[in-house]
């Protein structure tokens, strides 16, 4: 299919690297420049190589954290007027929430739902004026199933979701959506640090543990990070206009609700 965004602009967050790399990969694949970013120069730049070589799209890569008012300005200075948003980043490390203290929690408030709202008030203006934007926050499938010990993630990016409720249904007549991806287990390095502590905990090789947790998933496999960028690239394109305000889940049938 051709998703109709050939030369349109994206900033894709947090995308060295995981999921969003996979959602850089497809959106230069669909003909898009891309933007990437990530905290470690020399793994940017190789990513930024490899996507390069595998669409022939033209990718930039800003090495910055995008959690600061200073990576955010490099991220815009690199792409002024973005047509694409995906907005990305790491979630607060798993802990009971008796350890969290006030900065604790107000660090996290930041990383999961105040950067994301920074980045689209810069992003939603020069969108609405030229009749086309397209925003996906990549959130977790905790939003809608939390996990204990991931409470504070699962509390910042539901408060997004929230805050970004009303937004969207103000921007929809402007051919301006703004959407969700909730991933569940995909193959990232965070999901095998995972089954590598549960692997030393339960005295079990990795690829038992790997293989365990495949068996908690109704799907019986881990997400393929390719698939999650095939979705996101989805609902950047020119297809999508009717989509926004939604959450979509891709979490291989864990949720066990029927709506």
Do not use: W, Y
Not at 20 to 38: F, K, T, Y
Not at 198 to 227: C, F, H, L, M
Not at 239 to 253: P, R, S, V, W
Request: overall charge positive.
């Amino acid at each position: 299919m051709d998703l109709g965004i050939a030369g349109r602009k994206a900033i894709v967050c947090a995308s060295s690297r995981g999921l969003g790399r996979a959602c850089a990969m497809r959106l230069a694949e669909a003909g898009c420049e891309v933007v990437i970013n990530g905290l470690d120069p020399a793994r940017l730049e190789a990513t930024a190589a490899e996507i390069r070589a595998k669409t022939g799209s033209k990718v930039t890569a800003v090495a910055a954290n995008v959690a600061t008012p200073e990576g955010q300005a490099a991220l815009f200075a690199a792409c002024p007027d973005p047509d694409i948003l995906v907005a990305n980043n790491g979630g607060p490390p798993f802990r009971d929430f008796r350890e969290l203290d006030r900065q604790k929690m107000i660090d996290g408030v930041v990383g999961n739902m105040v950067v994301p709202i920074e980045l689209i008030q810069k992003a939603i203006d020069p969108m609405i004026k030229k009749k086309f934007g397209r925003i996906v926050n990549i959130t977790s499938g905790s939003v809608k199933m939390p996990i204990a010990g991931l409470d504070l993630s699962s509390g910042a990016r539901a408060g997004l979701t929230a805050f970004l409720a009303g937004v969207a249904r103000s921007v929809a007549q402007h051919n301006v959506t703004i959407n969700f991806l909730l991933p569940g287990p995909f193959d990232t390095d965070r999901l095998r640090s995972n089954n590598e502590q549960t692997a030393k905990k339960q005295g079990i090789s990795v690829e038992q543990a790997a293989a365990a947790r495949a068996q908690t998933v109704p799907a019986k496999r881990i997400g393929n990070p390719d698939e999650f960028g095939a979705a996101c690239a989805f609902l950047c394109s020119s297809h999508a206009g009717f989509i926004t305000g939604q959450n979509l889940l891709m979490d291989g049938g864990i949720f066990p609700g029927a709506f």
